[in-house]
Every structure is written in C-alpha cells, then in structure tokens.
C-alpha cells in the first residue's frame, strides 16, 4: 500500500468516525419525543398530524402567508391583532379564571407586561381590575416593534425599549468594550423596586427587529430569560405569571414548566379562536412563591443563561443550553406523567384544528 493510498484510508476511516460519532449524539428533543410516543396516545394523533402536515405544500404556503402578513402589519392589521389578543384573553379567562384568581388584597392591584404591544392582554386584564395600575415595556416601532393600541385613557405606564437588554436589572454593570451592542444596554436599573400581582410575559422574536448577528441563534433564550428572571423578581407571593410558550415537547419548554411546578400551580392553555394549529399555548402559573429557594435558583438560573447568551462564546453557549443526558431521563422520570396531564389539552385542541385545516384535505 503507497503512502497516498494509506492516508487516503485513514482519512476515510476518520471521516466515517467522526459522521458516527455526530449520528451518536444525544438529542433531548428525540428522547422526549420518544418517551411521549409511548405514553400518550394524543400526542402521539398530533404526531401523525404534523407529519402530514409537513408534507403538504398547501399547508407550507399557509403558515408562509401566516408569517407575511405578522410581518408586514399594516394600521389595519395592527388593529385586527389587537382586537384577537382581546379575544384571547377573554377566551383565556372564561377557561383558567386567570384574572378572577386571588391577587393580594393590596388596593390598587398593580400589573406588569413584560412585552405589551399591541395591548389586548393588559386592555382585558384592566377591565377585569379597573382600580389597577400598570407598567408595560415594548419595543420601539423605530426597532421593528409593533405598534401600542392600548388607549391612553387607561393610565398605563409605558416604557419603549428592548427588555433584553436591561443589563443591572439582570445583574450586569461593565459591557466589554469590543461587545457588538456596547452603548445600547440599560447601565441602571429600568424595573422600579415594587412587586406585581400579575405580570404577563408573552414576548416572542420579531423578524422584523434589527438586531446583531451574535443574537440570532441566541434571541429566543435572550428574551425569555430576561422576562422569566425579571418577572419572578417582581412578583408579589401568590400573584400569577401569564407566559407564552412554543412546542411543548421541546426540552427548553418542558425544562421551564417542570422549574414553575416547584414554586407555583400550574394550568396550560391553548385558544381555539386562533392560533390553534400552530405549537404556541399559555402557562399560567397561580400562587407563585418567588421566596422559595426553587423560585430563587430559577432566577439565577436565567439570569445565568441571559449572560452567557449575551456575552460568552458560541461554545459556552452550546454547552449551557445542552442538557446531560442523565437530566433528561431523570426529568422525564420525576415529571414526565405530570406534563402529559397537564399537555393532552392543549395537544388535543391542536390536533382538533390540524385535522380540519383545508390543506389537509389536499
């Protein structure tokens, strides 16, 4: 065998190594799946039923149109968003209570929104409880935010900014000097040192906010870190958490709710006035207990995984937001019964609307 010839069999013998070993690496989101497979059969309908639905081109320019149209909203369309978050909300109260649930007794109840345009979940939230205040963040327009319905006449404290970069408030005073966002962070506390009955924190990435290329992978992590921390910090004990969730079978989202069940009651809900087909749902959690050392831990876990997405490197990236293959099964074993109980509703209510969509008649 010539030299060429034995280097090219060893490289060979490499390549196939490595293409093994990356074939061998853990998925959390397999394994989660798979363990759902097993034990639910509603989910594992839907399972069919996203298949299916994947396979469709119909169904492929449908979510396309949905995405264009969030996109590029027009004054109509912004008004037509905010009239369905009313009707969500509505839709959401008839079936958790989540704003007839018992805040304290302090008078006046205050309300937090982590990300409130356009405004339809704290316009219903402030019907149910008019005596309330409120404080509510979003995103400038000039930022590729959404526009504010909510009506002046309501008194709503509003603060245009981006919640992810509330760097004291999430414990960060001194931004590196070569950070591709320097000058752009919040260097003092933005949050006032109050607490809130109700906070909602149901802000999502806008594919239309401007951001640096280091935050795209990221973003997701960056803004649902910065609300979960800041809101468990500024909850009054027994007050309710509204959060919005995607896939709920995912390993970040499953994490999140198994962490919640520690220190508060949990419900999961889905609308059926809109959105139905797609993964998104609400957890609400009740009676949340910040002063529980789960509830602590949890803050700091976030608040950890908001620094490292904001300012550590892809690996450590990667490596945080990588679960071991141990914590997995071990939360599965400890939960995994417990959030099908508390799924199956919301999966059937997906299910349901996927089953009916015109382009799965096609």
Same mark, same amino acid.
Request: hydrophobic letters at 40%; a neutral charge; charged letters at 20%.
């Given at each position: 065998?010539?030299?060429?010839?034995?280097?090219?069999?060893?490289?060979?013998?490499?390549?196939?190594?490595?293409?093994?070993?990356?074939?061998?690496?853990?998925?959390?989101?397999?394994?989660?799946?798979?363990?759902?497979?097993?034990?639910?059969?509603?989910?594992?309908?839907?399972?069919?039923?996203?298949?299916?639905?994947?396979?469709?081109?119909?169904?492929?320019? #449908?979510?396309?149109?949905?995405?264009?149209?969030?996109?590029?909203?027009?004054?109509?369309?912004?008004?037509?968003?905010?009239?369905?978050?009313?009707?969500?909300?509505?839709?959401?109260?008839?079936?958790?209570?989540? #704003?007839?649930?018992?805040?304290?007794?302090?008078?006046?109840?205050?309300?937090?929104?982590?990300?409130?345009?356009?405004?339809?979940?704290?316009?219903?939230?402030?019907?149910?409880?008019?005596?309330?205040?409120?404080?509510?963040?979003?995103?400038?327009?000039?930022?590729?935010?959404?526009?504010?319905?909510?009506?002046?006449?309501?008194?709503?404290?509003?603060?245009?900014?981006?919640?992810?970069?509330?760097?004291?408030?999430?414990?960060?005073?001194?931004?590196?000097?070569?950070?591709?966002?320097?000058?752009?962070?919040?260097?003092?506390?933005?949050?006032?040192?109050?607490?809130?009955?109700?906070?909602?924190?149901?802000?999502?990435?806008?594919?239309?906010?401007?951001?640096?290329?280091?935050?795209?992978?990221?973003?997701?992590?960056?803004?649902?870190?910065?609300?979960?921390?800041?809101?468990?910090?500024?909850?009054?004990?027994?007050?309710?958490?509204?959060?919005?969730?995607?896939?709920?079978?995912?390993?970040?989202?499953?994490?999140?709710?198994?962490?919640?069940?520690?220190?508060?009651?949990?419900?999961?809900?889905?609308?059926?006035?809109?959105?139905?087909?797609?993964?998104?749902?609400?957890?609400?959690?009740?009676?949340?207990?910040?002063?529980?050392?789960?509830?602590?831990?949890?803050?700091?876990?976030?608040?950890?995984?908001?620094?490292?997405?904001?300012?550590?490197?892809?690996?450590?990236?990667?490596?945080?937001?990588?679960?071991?293959?141990?914590?997995?099964?071990?939360?599965?074993?400890?939960?995994?019964?417990?959030?099908?109980?508390?799924?199956?509703?919301?999966?059937?209510?997906?299910?349901?609307?996927?089953?009916?969509?015109?382009?799965?008649?096609?």
């Amino acid at each position: 065998m010539s030299h060429d010839t034995d280097k090219s069999t060893k490289s060979s013998i490499m390549s196939s190594a490595t293409e093994m070993q990356a074939c061998a690496v853990y998925s959390p989101n397999k394994a989660i799946q798979a363990f759902l497979l097993a034990a639910s059969p509603i989910f594992r309908e839907l399972q069919d039923l996203r298949t299916r639905g994947w396979e469709s081109p119909v169904g492929d320019r #449908f979510f396309a149109e949905q995405r264009q149209v969030a996109d590029n909203a027009s004054g109509r369309t912004a008004e037509v968003f905010y009239k369905m978050m009313k009707k969500i909300a509505r839709e959401m109260d008839r079936d958790t209570g989540v #704003f007839g649930l018992h805040w304290s007794f302090r008078n006046p109840r205050r309300i937090l929104d982590m990300c409130m345009a356009p405004g339809g979940y704290l316009a219903v939230a402030l019907e149910r409880h008019p005596g309330a205040s409120a404080l509510a963040f979003s995103l400038p327009t000039s930022e590729g935010g959404h526009k504010v319905l909510l009506p002046e006449s309501l008194g709503v404290q509003i603060r245009y900014l981006d919640i992810t970069m509330l760097a004291v408030d999430m414990g960060v005073d001194h931004i590196p000097e070569d950070h591709p966002d320097k000058g752009k962070f919040e260097l003092q506390k933005v949050l006032p040192p109050i607490s809130s009955d109700l906070i909602f924190c149901d802000g999502q990435v806008l594919r239309t906010h401007q951001r640096a290329k280091y935050r795209e992978r990221r973003e997701a992590a960056r803004l649902t870190s910065s609300q979960l921390a800041l809101g468990l910090q500024h909850i009054e004990p027994g007050g309710t958490m509204v959060i919005l969730l995607h896939k709920a079978e995912a390993w970040p989202t499953l994490n999140l709710i198994y962490q919640f069940s520690k220190f508060a009651t949990l419900k999961l809900f889905k609308p059926v006035s809109f959105h139905a087909k797609r993964s998104s749902f609400y957890l609400i959690a009740s009676d949340v207990r910040p002063d529980l050392t789960d509830a602590r831990q949890a803050v700091e876990t976030w608040k950890t995984l908001w620094n490292v997405a904001t300012f550590g490197t892809e690996a450590a990236y990667t490596a945080l937001s990588t679960p071991k293959e141990e914590e997995v099964h071990y939360l599965l074993n400890a939960f995994g019964h417990v959030f099908i109980s508390l799924a199956q509703d919301i999966w059937a209510t997906q299910a349901r609307a996927l089953a009916r969509a015109p382009f799965m008649q096609a």
